[in-house]
């Protein structure tokens, strides 16, 4: 399933991930603790990893939630993590969440990862519908949703807390298949 493009290539999580996405979270905290608080938590060690990718491989396998690394061709770096999350079946529709190394911040990475996978969700998953949710002062991840015409749709309202600070309105971007 590998999606390739330029340098870098997509591929779902898979069981031995547990040492490179701890490395990831580690050397990102100050970039996940306040969007990714969880999945930080949750990748801190590389026993807490270990299980995080374990249960990350069951809900990819039973088509509940999405996980797919970000890696660098050369040398085979994770530099990214791209959730579909929030699937819904009847709908046919999920929403994307997605982090960046800070070394490969700014540079369109993120951007084609998300064209690369929106097009494998609707072609492969069969999904109708994608979404992003981003704060609106998250400059890069509005240039993400906005570079791969995802329409700006509304304000949701306290939508998200970060750990120890008040609630968010975040933006709500959707992208449609376009069945031809």
């Not at 969880?38 to 999405?66: G, R, Y």
């Not at 061709?73 to 046919?92: A, F, H, P, Q, R």
Request: proline fraction near 4%; aromatic fraction near 14%; hydrophobic fraction near 35%.
């Amino acid at each position: 399933m590998p999606l390739n493009f330029g340098s870098y290539h997509i591929i779902p999580i898979h069981p031995k991930d547990g040492w490179n996405i701890c490395n990831f979270a580690v050397a990102n905290e100050d970039r996940l603790k306040h969007y990714f608080p969880k999945t930080l938590e949750q990748n801190l060690t590389p026993d807490l990893s270990n299980i995080f990718v374990a249960k990350k491989v069951k809900q990819f396998e039973a088509k509940e939630e999405f996980l797919f690394t970000l890696r660098e061709n050369k040398s085979n770096k994770l530099i990214g993590l791209v959730y579909i999350k929030k699937v819904d079946w009847n709908k046919k529709q999920g929403e994307f969440a997605y982090c960046i190394d800070y070394t490969a911040e700014g540079k369109g990475v993120m951007t084609e990862a998300i064209e690369q996978l929106s097009d494998y969700a609707f072609d492969i998953m069969g999904f109708e519908t994608l979404q992003i949710i981003v704060y609106k002062n998250n400059i890069g991840s509005v240039k993400v949703a906005e570079n791969n015409n995802f329409t700006w749709i509304k304000t949701l309202k306290n939508e998200f807390t970060p750990p120890g600070k008040s609630p968010l309105n975040m933006e709500l971007y959707e992208l449609y298949n376009e069945i031809e």
